[in-house]
């Protein structure tokens, strides 16, 4: 039996993955530790899913990594993912480099420490040249607030006199979100048995084909990810048409 990487048809790999990262809190729990145990381990899976995608071929990862709402969690909580995700930038940039990976972020950068801005700059100008995967992390990210301040731009520039309202179409509006230039997910990929989308990318994953796992984020490997993508190859995607249609 060949494997599942293996068993994927290189021809139709979905320009862009994102991943609700999820079960990390569960994951922890299970071995009586402190919820962080999880978070720190989660950084495996993260390497794993890049590593997996940039070897595919993919060419945007979008990870989930922290909501607006996240922001409601216990501090220690917060300030121990804060932290993680700067020492995590820090010693995953070179391997970034090596698999030419550039980093970029969605969400409300203002919001996050000042640590973080600064590691996440400082890594997107190193790898802005690398033009394999780009990894996007959500960070302080929720969709209700990328449309909201997307609205609130287009509000602008008609006041500037710069768009009239009859030139908003779905392009135009894609334009506006933080996602702009990128293209819409392909599939979408949640861990840990949750069935929810969870304020994540509403407007894009319009016809995104949908994947739940039960695997806690922790224990995600490449072949989990290999998986969701032989699964995703097996369906039909019509948007809105018929079978007959869509075959060719
Ligand atoms: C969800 O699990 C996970 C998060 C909110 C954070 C994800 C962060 C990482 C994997 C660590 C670092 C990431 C990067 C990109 C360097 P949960 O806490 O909601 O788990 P639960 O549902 O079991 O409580």
Request: hydrophobic fraction near 40%.
């Amino acid at each position: 039996m060949s494997s599942v990487k293996e068993q994927l048809d290189k021809e139709k790999l979905p320009s862009h993955v994102a991943i609700i990262m999820d079960g990390n809190g569960r994951w922890a729990k299970k071995r009586g530790n402190a919820r962080v145990f999880g978070h720190r381990n989660g950084v495996k899976a993260v390497r794993e899913v890049t590593e997996a995608a940039a070897e595919l071929g993919v060419k945007f990862l979008t990870l989930y990594a922290f909501s607006t709402e996240n922001w409601n969690r216990p501090k220690n909580e917060i300030d121990a993912l804060m932290s993680l995700l700067v020492s995590t930038i820090a010693s995953e940039t070179k391997t970034l480099m090596d698999n030419n990976v550039m980093l970029k972020s969605i969400g409300c950068k203002e919001t996050l420490p000042k640590s973080v801005q600064e590691k996440l700059a400082s890594c997107k100008e190193q790898t802005k040249n690398n033009d394999g995967l780009t990894l996007v992390l959500a960070l302080s990210y929720s969709s209700r607030w990328e449309i909201i301040e997307g609205v609130k731009k287009i509000a602008l520039e008609i006041k500037n006199n710069n768009l009239e309202p009859s030139d908003i179409n779905s392009e135009v509006f894609g334009q506006y979100l933080e996602t702009a230039n990128m293209p819409d997910p392909e599939l979408l990929i949640r861990t840990s048995g949750e069935f929810r989308i969870s304020n994540f990318l509403l407007w894009q994953i319009a016809y995104s084909e949908l994947y739940f796992s039960d695997v806690l984020w922790p224990d995600f490997r490449k072949e989990h990810f290999f998986e969701a993508l032989l699964d995703y190859q097996g369906r039909e995607r019509r948007f809105g048409k018929i079978s007959d249609q869509v075959k060719k």
